[in-house]
T-cell receptor, first 119, second 115 residues
Framework: KAGVTQTPRYLIKTRGQQVTLSCSPISGHRSVSWYQQTPGQGLQFLFEYFSETQRNKGNFPGRFSGRQFSNSRSEMNVSTLELGDSALYLC??????????????????FGPGTRLTVL | AQKVTQAQTEISVVEKEDVTLDCVYETRDTTYYLFWYKQPPSGELVFLIRRNSFDEQNEISGRYSWNFQKSTSSFNFTITASQVVDSAVYFCALSEAGTGNQFYFGTGTSLTVIP
């Protein structure tokens, strides 16, 4: 069974540009969540999609958006890039929504991440 | 306020030593879930364990063991007879059933096992 895949793995952009990152969950998984990891802020939750609907959103500006397609693949978009957006963006998938994790015994499976550098 | 505190930023041990990684959490929910993840140098997070708030039984899995104590709001992780492959950043996380919204990660503990 293939794991969570993220494309591209590395990306270099300049300030003001926009970027789209892609995440393909494990087959059958309907929940996809996104995280940002930086040395300064650590791991932070961005948002979660389940069955094409955004369920939860972390404390990030509106420049960060996402969507999920009918095949559960998800994209994350960041517009008007800032230097501080340089980070490792991780995606995770699970069978159930995040709010049901633990109760069901299910867990998240993470992808390798996309390393975004903003110059 | 930090929901999850991992006070140890970096730890170095010599191979075969035991090491305990501390995790203290804060929540008002009576139902919550605690997790430990490992992030090796490759960067991909790996799930290690999940524990719900109603199950305080300690767990052992090979060289790994977890000590969950609600009285001190702690969920500590011990690696016995550490190996070089254990070198990684370890994250503790909290999921509150009340919000059901998101994970709160700790800042991580970087473990280096010296051969």
């Amino acid at each position: 069974k293939a794991g969570v895949t993220q494309t591209p793995r590395y990306l270099i952009k300049t300030r003001g540009q926009q970027v789209t990152l892609s995440c393909s969950p494990i087959s059958g998984h309907r929940s996809v969540s996104w995280y940002q990891q930086t040395p300064g802020q650590g791991l932070q939750f961005l948002f979660e999609y389940f069955s094409e609907t955004q369920r939860n959103k972390g404390n990030f500006p509106g420049r960060f958006s996402g969507r999920q397609f009918s095949n559960s693949r998800s994209e994350m978009n960041v517009s008007t890039l800032e230097l501080g957006d340089s980070a490792l963006y991780l995606c995770a998938s699970s069978l159930v929504p995040m709010g049901s994790l633990g109760r069901t015994g299910d867990t998240q499976y993470f992808g390798p991440g996309t390393r975004l550098t903003v110059l | 306020a930090q929901k999850v505190t991992q006070a140890q930023t970096e730890i170095s041990v010599v191979e075969k030593e035991d090491v305990t990684l501390d995790c203290v959490y804060e929540t008002r929910d009576t139902t919550y879930y605690l997790f430990w993840y490992k992030q090796p140098p490759s960067g991909e997070l790996v799930f290690l364990i999940r524990r719900n708030s109603f199950d305080e039984q300690n767990e052992i899995s090979g060289r790994y063991s977890w000590n969950f104590q609600k009285s001190t709001s702690s969920f500590n992780f011990t690696i016995t007879a550490s190996q070089v492959v254990d070198s990684a950043v370890y994250f503790c996380a909290l999921s509150e059933a009340g919000t059901g919204n998101q994970f709160y990660f700790g800042t991580g503990t970087s473990l280096t096992v010296i051969p």
